[in-house]
């Protein structure tokens, strides 16, 4: 299936310095093939006007719409066309279209011209393929997008059978267009009409482990047989490609084939497997706190940490998959607050009888559980669209190109507001995006992104809270004297006294030491610098961000947003408090661009971004 570029290769080879011509140079004696390929736009008017047809051939059987087409000349394609050009003449080797040319070398602005005078982009070249087939196999993704607005069927087949998301998966090693082409409904499982490969076949053929990942994500089928009766694997294996074999394996594990043991049936299930690696937190947990307080002598105590490892591991191999880094740290903390809270109410309630610690630590609970299921569960702010609102976007960016590229989101087919960001777990752009927190599993942004500090504040209290409740209980139970006791003998105290209770002060202590830097970190971003913690890593991509040159060399970056300390943390928090704040309530998802230029008007006038606009 491969092609022969040779004739547009000669072209650009031809074309290759143009744009480092010097400009005075004299084109008067070119003759209209060449003048075409250098853009010499008046040597061209002169040529047609004194009689040359426009739709003559030259000796390559290629007419002067090809030339311009391939160079990207868009003056003077118009003008062939309004002198009666051919738009969808055939002509080259390869027995193409101008349009096809255009396509190839991915000039998506002369792709647009030539639609527009009437191309049709569903006409195939003399290998078989139509447009969409050569954008998606060279990797243009903005041109496949733009033709599936255009009305280009997603799945259309070339002379193969084969499809543009099997070109994808051929050719590309990248996640568009593949990414694009399926979130447009193309068919993971389709199989071209010679060799029956599907595009999970062809990625493997030629190690395309970022597709291959994408299509099994996607629901493709690892089982499904080729002309030559292999499947996805068999490729693979036949290659020797480690990696992608290791890949294969784990996804056909994860859907329950490849292993023949007594539990097939459960760790085939999805549900059971996510079930599973939820459980697994508080049963590790607990075993590892709840051995010691047995009373059992040590070799006893050793032989069921040993047992419980085994156990351990055997459940690992057999539930856990690739999604463990997204399950499991949730769960890890839910199950460390779970056996805080019941160790407190069991254990360490009965030392706070006399004491308004009970009703603070509720209050406290109350306002950290409201918090963390707000952070958790509620919109972040993910950007949506309908599929005709898909379309428009793409025939803005290509027709009107209102659109820049760092706005267009090729895998969400949106553009992108500004402060948004793709989240590649969520798999969605994200407004005002801060950062994926593992443990919530949610993405942080515009609108969950007071809850998110509320719930780091309210969750250090407590922990705060439970520590000095194990401080009172040590002191009831196990009182020592650091001067007679010492580091060794007060631990050695504690864990006599209740290896459990010290375990889950452990467990608080050290939650108390990733907590505390991630909200100030936090504060310092919000109030300080107005920023998010994206935009603080990213800020060189960003051209909003005004920065200056420091006399040390030092270029410092300062956020177009940053309104002061206070208000930008009344923005953030969206408090009114009667009126007494006037918090800028912006709809981030909405807020695609500056009105005006912000770093030039933040250095004439460091106050006018508290009067920025947006639109």
């Known amino acids: 299936m491969e092609v022969d570029d040779n004739e547009y290769g000669n072209s650009v080879a031809k074309n290759s310095g143009c744009s480092q011509q010097n400009q005075a140079e004299d084109y008067s004696n070119y003759d209209i093939v060449r003048a075409t390929q250098y853009g010499a736009y008046k040597r061209c008017h002169e040529l047609i006007e004194g009689g040359y047809d426009v739709n003559t051939l030259d000796k390559e059987n290629v007419s002067l719409l090809h030339w311009a087409a391939i160079n990207n000349r868009a003056e ?57 087939h050569l954008a998606a196999q060279f990797g243009h993704t903005a041109i496949v997008a733009y033709l599936i607005a255009k009305g280009q069927d997603v799945d259309m087949l070339d002379k193969s059978g084969m499809t543009p998301l099997m070109w994808a998966a051929f050719r590309v090693f990248s996640h568009d267009p593949a990414r694009l082409l399926l979130t447009f409904g193309a068919s993971v499982n389709y199989a071209d009409r010679c060799k029956k490969n599907s595009p999970l076949h062809w990625a493997c053929q030629y190690g395309n482990q970022v597709v291959i990942k994408i299509l099994v994500e996607a629901g493709a089928n690892t089982e499904a047989l080729n002309a030559k009766g292999e499947t996805a694997l068999d490729i693979a294996l036949s290659l020797k490609n480690s990696s992608v074999i290791r890949w294969l394996r784990t996804a056909r594990a994860e859907r329950g084939i490849g292993h023949k043991h007594c539990l097939q049936v459960l760790t085939s299930k999805k549900s059971v497997r996510t079930n599973v690696m939820s459980i697994f937190p508080f049963v590790a947990v607990f075993v590892l706190g709840y051995i010691p307080e047995l009373s059992l002598r040590w070799y006893y105590k050793l032989l069921l940490y040993l047992l419980a490892a085994g156990v351990a591991k055997l459940t690992i191999e057999l539930f856990f998959d690739n999604n463990v880094s997204v399950v499991v740290p949730k769960y890890v903390s839910l199950a460390t607050v779970f056996w805080l809270y019941t160790t407190w109410f069991i254990c360490l309630l009965p030392y706070h009888s006399a004491s308004a610690v009970p009703f603070i630590f509720a209050l406290l609970s109350s306002a950290m559980f409201y918090n963390l299921w707000k952070s958790w569960r509620s919109d972040p702010g993910f950007i949506s669209a309908t599929r005709d609102e898909k379309y428009q976007t793409i025939l803005e960016f290509a027709e009107l190109q209102s659109i820049s590229m760092n706005q267009f989101c090729s895998t969400c087919v949106v553009k992108r507001p500004i402060r948004s960001k793709h989240c ?192």
């Open 76 to 132: 003077i394609v118009k003008y062939y066309l309004e002198k009666g050009a051919i738009v969808d003449r055939f002509g080259g080797d390869l027995n193409s279209t101008p349009l096809h040319w255009a396509t190839r070398q991915g000039h998506l602005s002369m792709v647009v011209i030539l639609m527009n005078y009437g191309a049709d982009a569903s006409l195939t070249d003399g290998e078989g393929c139509s447009c969409i």
């Open 424 to 615: 590649s777990v969520c798999n969605k752009c994200v407004a005002k995006m801060d950062h994926h927190c593992p443990w919530i599993n949610n993405c942080v942004g515009a609108l969950n992104h007071k809850y998110f500090l509320a719930f780091l504040v309210f969750v250090l209290a407590t922990l705060f809270l439970y520590i000095h409740s194990c401080a009172l209980y040590w002191a009831h139970n196990c009182p020592w004297d650091f001067y007679v006791d010492g580091v060794t003998g007060i631990f050695s105290k504690i864990f006599t006294t209740s290896p459990w209770i010290g375990w889950t002060a452990i467990n608080a202590a050290g939650h108390t030491i990733w907590v505390t830097p991630v909200l100030i970190c936090q504060l310092y971003q919000i109030t300080w610098l107005g920023m998010t913690t994206n935009e603080r890593v990213n800020m060189t991509r960003y051209k909003h961000f005004q920065y200056s040159k420091q006399e040390n060399g030092k270029i410092e970056y300062r956020s177009p947003f940053h309104r002061g300390c206070l208000k930008n943390l009344i923005d953030v928090l969206g408090c009114y408090c009667c009126g007494l704040f006037r918090p800028q309530n912006y709809d981030w998802r909405q807020k695609t661009d500056f009105i005006g230029e912000p770093p030039k008007m933040f250095a004439a006038n460091p106050n006018a971004r508290e009067n920025l606009q947006f639109v």
